[in-house]
């Protein structure tokens, strides 16, 4: 089955409080599953990686054939992609982690670009429960 992810991190400041949230449709682009956590300190970075490791996570229960990851962090998608350098040691374990899962997994993943505050309804939507996720 093919499965559409969205997800987002968020950081206020950065670094300080994180929150990281998902959402997982089915191809018809119906909510299935959704999910956040929140951390009491990290980077914007962090929190976005974390986000993907959840959905990925909650992708397992699933049984995917196909995914579509969209995130608003060109670093994410281009880094997982292997377009972009990892410099930071802590987010290369998160890209390492998130590529091996989804390798061990065989699935087949397109990670995709979509711009943030732009009217993408599941962006905004992972936008707010990321926020609402942070412990303030």
Partial sequence: MSYIIYTDGSC?????PM???YVILDEHRNKLHEGSVGAAMGTNNQAEYIAVMAAVEKLKTLDPSRV???????????Q?????????????VYR???????????VDCEFVHVR????DHYNEYVD????AACPI
Avoid: C, F
């Fill in 96 to 106: 390492d982690t998130i590529v091996s899962e989804l390798r061990g997994m065989g």
């Fill in 19 to 21: 929150g990281s949230a």
């Fill in 128 to 131: 707010q429960l990321a926020k």
């Fill in 116 to 119: 943030a505050h732009q009217g």
């Fill in 80 to 92: 997982i992609a292997g377009k972009w350098k990892v410099n930071k040691a802590d987010l290369r």
């Fill in 68 to 78: 579509t990851v969209y995130s608003d962090s060109k670093l994410v998608i281009n």
């Fill in 12 to 16: 206020m400041p950065n670094p300080g």
